[in-house]
Nanobody, 118 residues
Framework: EVQLVESGGGSVQVGGSLKLSCVAS????????MGWFRQAPGEGSEGVIV???????SYAGSVKGRFTISKDSAKNTLFLQMNSLKPEDTAMYYC????????????WGQGTQVTVSS
């Protein structure tokens, strides 16, 4: 079975940094159809940094230049480096991946909370 486990969230002040990790089991990260999503209280989920079927990367406009996605293949771990954090970045952050032969981002972890205060 596929399991994704996020960690690294916490509470930081404006301008701070966090690095989120997502460890996969029962699944091997590739270089496509995976990424990070987030959901603020009372709001729907949105893509933060998402890698598409062709390997291209899509960014939420508010995070480009501040957030970076990376992968450690040896540890089967996906990362989200978040710098210059803003209060509007406060959300539950999830990593997501797709089943073989699909690009549906259907596998999600339990999430890790990021709170940014002024």
């Amino acid at each position: 079975e596929v399991q994704l486990v996020e960690s690294g969230g916490g509470s930081v002040q404006v301008g701070g940094s966090l690095k989120l990790s997502c460890v996969a089991s029962g699944y091997t990260f590739s270089s496509r159809c995976m990424g990070w999503f987030r959901q603020a209280p009372g709001e729907g989920s949105e893509g933060v940094i998402v890698i598409g079927h062709d390997g291209s990367t899509s960014y939420a406009g508010s995070v480009k230049g501040r957030f970076t996605i990376s992968k450690d293949s040896a540890k089967n771990t996906l990362f989200l480096q978040m710098n210059s954090l803003k209060p509007e970045d406060t959300a539950m952050y999830y990593c997501a991946a797709s089943a073989s032969g699909a690009c549906d981002y259907s596998f999600w972890g339990q999430g890790t909370q990021v709170t940014v205060s002024s």
